[in-house]
């Protein structure tokens, strides 16, 4: 079964945007934290953007004022606004919850959107 499913990935520019999308129609927006994470290349996965189930956020440092979640949860679809891209931001995006979804002891991560940010 799949619980997320990330677009909105490509190549841009430095400075230029993208917005990502992840489906989560078998999440419940209400009773979970949810995040965006991401992993470049030989890299572990890090959250970079986290949305409270109050709506409160938070960010990792290194995206503070570039990157905002949002969620759309009549869709049960989380965003993520990227702004102000950088080359460090190249990576695979995933979203999951946070703490990341397991269930019957398997992980839930979807194939996530490649993001490359060219110099």
């Known amino acids: 079964q799949v619980y997320f499913v990330e677009s909105g990935g490509g190549l841009v520019q430095t400075g230029g945007s993208l917005r990502l999308s992840c489906a989560a129609p078998?999440?419940?927006?209400?009773?979970?934290?949810l995040g965006w994470y991401r992993q470049a290349p030989g890299k572990q996965r890090e959250l970079v953007a986290r949305m409270y189930t109050g709506g409160s956020t938070n960010y990792v440092d290194s995206v503070k004022g570039r990157f905002t979640i949002s969620t759309d949860n009549a869709k049960n679809t989380v965003y993520l606004q990227m702004n102000s891209l950088k080359p460090e931001d190249t990576a695979v995006y995933y979203c999951?919850?946070?703490?990341?979804?397991?269930?019957?002891?398997?992980?839930?991560w979807g194939k996530g959107t490649l993001v490359t940010v060219s110099s």
């Open positions: 078998e999440i419940s927006f209400r009773f979970n934290d």
């Open positions: 999951n919850t946070d703490p990341p979804l397991r269930i019957n002891n398997r992980d839930t």
